[in-house]
Structures are given as structure tokens and as C-alpha cells.
């Protein structure tokens, strides 16, 4: 019968010398990917209109839909709101068959943040 040795600093007998490697798993909070949704100017669609979108399509009030519509008439884009992708991808849905059934050029698109 063949016997091991066992060594002194083999404290808990398993072949090795009490050697620890702590290994800590943080555990990571998965939130979902955001996306911008942008109004684009042009030089045809009524700001009336603009500001009629927003307020329908994206809860603004009224000053609020104001500042952003004289922002993308003067800048060229703004960001009117920021969503999950399917929500986002609705309303850029919605402004764009809103805008094409009022024969206005508006356009609409999305961004990931
Ligand atoms: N530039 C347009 C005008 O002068 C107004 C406008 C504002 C159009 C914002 C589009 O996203 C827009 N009538």
C-alpha cells in the first residue's frame, strides 16, 4: 500500500499549499439600449405643424413644443425625446405617416444613444 505524504503546510490535506484566489462576480444590472429621436428641418413643412407634432406625438406643452421646433428651424435638428427602441420606433412611425398624410416633407428619425 502506497502512502502520500502529507505536508506540513498541506494544512487541509488536498495536495496543494493553501493557495486562495478570491474571485468576486459583480453582478451586472442589464439596462435596455436608448435611442434619440430627432426632428429634421426643412424649408417647407409650416411650424405650426411642428409644433402640433410634438405636442401630439411626444406630451409636450405647448411653450415646450415651441422651443423645440424654433431649435431644429434654427440648428437644423433637435432631439424631441429619448426612448426604447420599440417605443422610438414608433413614434418616428407615427410623425412620418402624420407628416406624408399632410403632404409636408417633415422627417423624422432615430439614434442609439
Ligand atoms: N423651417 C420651417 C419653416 O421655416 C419650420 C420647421 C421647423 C420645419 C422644424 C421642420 O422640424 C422642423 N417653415
Given at each position: 500500500?502506497?502512502?502520500?505524504?502529507?505536508?506540513?503546510?498541506?494544512?487541509?490535506?488536498?495536495g496543494?499549499?493553501?493557495?486562495a484566489?478570491i474571485?468576486?462576480?459583480?453582478?451586472?444590472?442589464?439596462?435596455?439600449?436608448?435611442?434619440?429621436?430627432?426632428?429634421?428641418?426643412?424649408?417647407?413643412t409650416?411650424?405650426?405643424?411642428?409644433?402640433?407634432?410634438?405636442?401630439?406625438?411626444?406630451?409636450?406643452?405647448?411653450?415646450?413644443?415651441?422651443?423645440?421646433?424654433?431649435?431644429?428651424?434654427?440648428?437644423?435638428?433637435?432631439?424631441?425625446?429619448?426612448?426604447?427602441?420599440?417605443?422610438?420606433?414608433?413614434?418616428?412611425?407615427?410623425?412620418?405617416?402624420?407628416?406624408?398624410?399632410?403632404?409636408?416633407?417633415?422627417?423624422?428619425?432615430?439614434?442609439?444613444?
Amino acid at each position: 500500500m502506497k502512502l502520500s505524504p502529507i505536508l506540513m503546510s498541506d494544512k487541509d490535506g488536498d495536495g496543494d499549499s493553501e493557495s486562495a484566489v478570491i474571485t468576486k462576480t459583480k453582478p451586472k444590472t442589464q439596462r435596455p439600449p436608448l435611442y434619440k429621436v430627432l426632428l429634421l428641418n426643412d424649408d417647407y413643412t409650416p411650424m405650426e405643424f411642428v409644433v402640433h407634432v410634438l405636442e401630439r406625438f411626444f406630451g409636450l406643452n405647448h411653450a415646450q413644443s415651441v422651443e423645440i421646433m424654433l431649435t431644429v428651424h434654427k440648428k437644423g435638428v433637435a432631439v424631441v425625446g429619448v426612448f426604447s427602441y420599440e417605443i422610438a420606433e414608433t413614434k418616428v412611425a407615427q410623425v412620418m405617416d402624420f407628416a406624408r398624410r399632410n403632404q409636408h416633407p417633415l422627417q423624422c428619425t432615430m439614434e442609439k444613444e
